[in-house]
């Protein structure tokens, strides 16, 4: 009774193991044909396959062609005033004028703040009055000079004729003397005429002096815009007092207004002075304009060039301080227009695409990439006409043989 159980799973077990692993010889037998047969050809289909699959590598190419471009440099900066001044005082004084308010456009010369003038005016009296009374001195000290100076050449004709008569023996060495000393004295004469007339001048230009100094506090006291522009700030209260470099407003100019980016070392040498260039605002409004400055030092931190471009602003809308997207014009290039996704790297980590060359095998090249758009990438470094791959360009290493599909770089 044992036996049978026995018998039946080592049939069932049997028959399991045919089917699992003799399926081919199973099938084989089962259809009258030979099973080494069946054996051979599935080798051969295996075999045959496994070189095909090895001789070349199925991927999707595109046919792209160099075009002419404008490869403008782009830059992100924002707007800034031609001028901004905050306008102090240089003396001091009580504020007696109506203050401007923050808003307003003040012309060139236009009054901002002025100053009470205090004892400013008697002052400038007092050194008037200094002035005459040292002029007024000029004749006498004049006459005084004129007086020494013909003493003296009394005195020198004196001492001649008695210097004669004295060698004749006709005059004594008393007299000879006598004459010479009073040369000498009238010398001195002459002397302290000309330092009092000396002293008289420096009078006067005491005085002058005097006078341009409290002329020009005076002037000091009417606080006026250097340009024209709009105010920032308001003007100074009325009654405040303002000390040497007390702020009275603060000034812009906007028109024109600049827009300032920094361009990257590796941009500069393509960007020149007058060339044309336009920005985008924050708000949407395209503006245009061109380069007036390129920085000649680069910045310390970020290794980047200021560059500022000049932009009418008649009207005023455009504001200091708006983010601004910049492209400046620079000399065209070919490039190719691609697909962002056929961009890879290689082993060194240099950016480029794979290539299908005239031998059907796979070519890495190097790219450098000018411009990102939402149609694709703009790249130079490929020939006039390449043969790109798109998809599966990650499977295959250069040399390597593919089989190319080729379609339109807009599909």
């Not at 051979?40 to 002419?68: F, P, Y």
């Not at 006291?221 to 000390?243: H, N, R, V």
Request: net charge negative; proline share 3%.
């Amino acid at each position: 009774m044992k036996i049978i159980p026995l018998i039946t799973a080592v049939l069932v077990t049997a028959f399991l193991y045919a089917l699992v692993f003799e399926r081919d010889a199973l099938l084989a037998f089962a259809q009258g044909t030979d099973s080494e047969n069946v054996q051979t050809e599935d080798a051969k289909d295996s075999s045959e396959a496994g070189e095909e699959v090895e001789k070349a590598i199925r991927v999707v190419a595109i046919k792209s062609e160099a075009q002419q471009i404008d490869s403008a440099v782009v830059l992100r900066g924002q707007t800034e005033a031609a001028r901004m001044v905050e306008v102090r005082a240089e003396t001091s004084g009580q504020v007696i004028s109506e203050p401007l308010r923050k808003g307003s456009f003040v012309n060139q010369g236009q009054l901002l703040c002025q100053l009470d003038p205090g004892t400013r005016d008697a002052s400038l009296a007092e050194a008037q009055a200094r002035l005459a009374e040292a002029k007024a001195r000029v004749p006498e000290t004049q006459a005084r000079l004129d007086e020494a100076m013909a003493r003296l050449d009394e005195a020198k004709i004196n001492d001649n004729a008695a210097s004669k008569l004295s060698q004749g023996g006709f005059a004594s060495e008393t007299r000879v003397a006598s004459t010479q000393a009073a040369v000498r004295a009238a010398e001195a004469s002459v002397a302290a005429a000309k330092s009092g007339l000396q002293t008289t001048g420096a009078g006067i230009q005491s005085a002058e002096a005097a006078i341009a100094a409290v002329e020009k506090d005076i002037e000091r006291l009417q606080i006026t815009a250097p340009f024209e522009g709009l105010l920032e700030t308001d003007t100074s209260e009325l009654g405040s007092l303002l000390q040497p470099g007390g702020l009275c407003a603060t000034i812009l100019q906007l028109d024109p207004i600049k827009v300032v980016g920094f361009v990257p070392e590796t941009e500069v040498d393509r960007v020149e002075i007058g060339a044309l260039a336009s920005a985008r605002l924050s708000g949407g409004r395209e503006i245009q304009g061109r380069v007036t400055f390129l920085s000649r030092a680069a910045d310390t931190t970020t290794r980047t060039f200021r560059v500022e471009i000049n932009v009418a602003n008649a009207d005023l809308a455009i504001r200091d301080g708006q983010t601004a997207e910049i492209i400046i014009a620079a000399d065209g290039a070919k490039a190719h227009l691609l697909p962002q996704s056929a961009l890879t790297l290689n082993d060194d980590g240099d950016l480029g695409v794979r290539t299908v060359d005239e031998n059907s095998k796979s070519k890495f090249v190097n790219l450098k990439l000018l411009r990102d758009t939402a149609e694709g990438v703009w790249v130079e470094g490929l020939p006039e006409q390449a043969n790109v791959i798109s998809i599966g360009q990650e499977y295959v290493i250069d040399g390597v043989p593919v089989d190319a599909t080729y379609k339109e770089p807009d599909q």
